[in-house]
């Protein structure tokens, strides 16, 4: 799989994802505006910080004249899933991906990045890799700085219907592989049940946000791979397949 994935495919599938950014990070830069943050440092923030989450939630911070601590420590819990998705993905890669190189695009990592690249089959060479996030990462930059340009001009409605467009882009690479691949579907439908108590149920009120999608996450993988789990000889025949 991974000699036949070139730079252009990846420049393929994050095409899309770089569309959908743009528009989601035009909110982002939007609001940031309003808060008063001047337009270089949301873009500096958008640059540095690929993740809609977490630059909303330190916009809060910034604006209330928060410490570094409580900037920290709000993206470690608002992030933490990443820990997860960084490390499946590093079962992904192939042997042309250095030490240095594999810290440097960890950085890239987001919610469709990793939805995108963990969903093909075999290994994943950096070439691939670095086409995929490349776009995305343009996309997210220039949308942030349009929006921060634009400032507070536009109509609150507008602004929170373009948060819409990561939810859709996601739920749009997620269909797919739930309906082609056994045990996918069953796992999305328990994470999104753990994910609805969690925010339902009084007692788990308190809970951060991060906590949540990483329990969710943990546990609906691990009941699925003890009642779908995938043959390795099987898993190792499909790679064959895709590298032939």
């Keep these: 799989m991974s000699k036949k994935l070139s730079f252009n495919n990846g420049i393929s599938d994050g095409l899309p994802i770089g569309l959908g950014y743009l528009s989601v990070s035009f909110a982002f830069g939007v609001q940031a505006s309003i808060l008063g943050i001047p337009f270089y440092m949301s873009l500096f923030i958008s640059m540095t910080n690929l993740t809609s989450a977490g630059q909303l939630a330190g916009l809060t911070v910034i604006a209330s004249l928060g410490t570094f601590l409580e900037i920290i420590l709000?993206?470690?819990?608002?992030?933490?899933?990443?820990?997860l998705m960084s490390l499946t993905l590093s079962q992904k890669v192939d042997e042309s991906f250095s030490i240095g190189?594999?810290?440097?695009?960890?950085?890239?990592?987001?919610d469709e990045i990793f939805a995108v690249a963990s969903n093909k089959r075999g290994l994943i060479n950096k070439?691939?890799?670095?086409?995929?996030?490349?776009?995305?990462?343009?996309?997210?930059?220039?949308g942030t700085l349009l929006g921060a340009v634009a400032g507070s001009s536009l109509p609150v409605q507008i602004t929170n219907a373009l948060g819409i467009a990561l939810y859709a882009m996601f739920i749009a690479i997620?269909?797919?592989?739930?309906?082609s691949v056994k045990g996918v579907l069953p796992c999305v439908l328990m994470a999104t049940a753990l994910s609805s108590a969690f925010y339902f149920i009084p007692i788990f009120a308190n809970l951060p946000n991060g906590f949540r999608y990483i329990i969710s996450a943990v546990v609906s993988a691990l009941i699925t791979a003890y009642f779908f789990p995938i043959a390795q000889e099987e898993n190792n025949k499909n790679c064959q397949k895709e590298g032939d």
Excluded at 74 to 83: A, C, E, G, H
Excluded at 101 to 110: E, N, P
Excluded at 174 to 179: C, L, R, Y
């Design 74 to 83: 709000t993206q470690l819990i608002i992030n933490s899933r990443y820990f």
């Design 101 to 110: 190189q594999r810290f440097f695009l960890s950085a890239f990592v987001t």
């Design 127 to 142: 070439k691939y890799f670095f086409g995929l996030v490349i776009l995305p990462y343009i996309g997210w930059a220039t």
């Design 174 to 179: 997620i269909i797919p592989p739930a309906i």
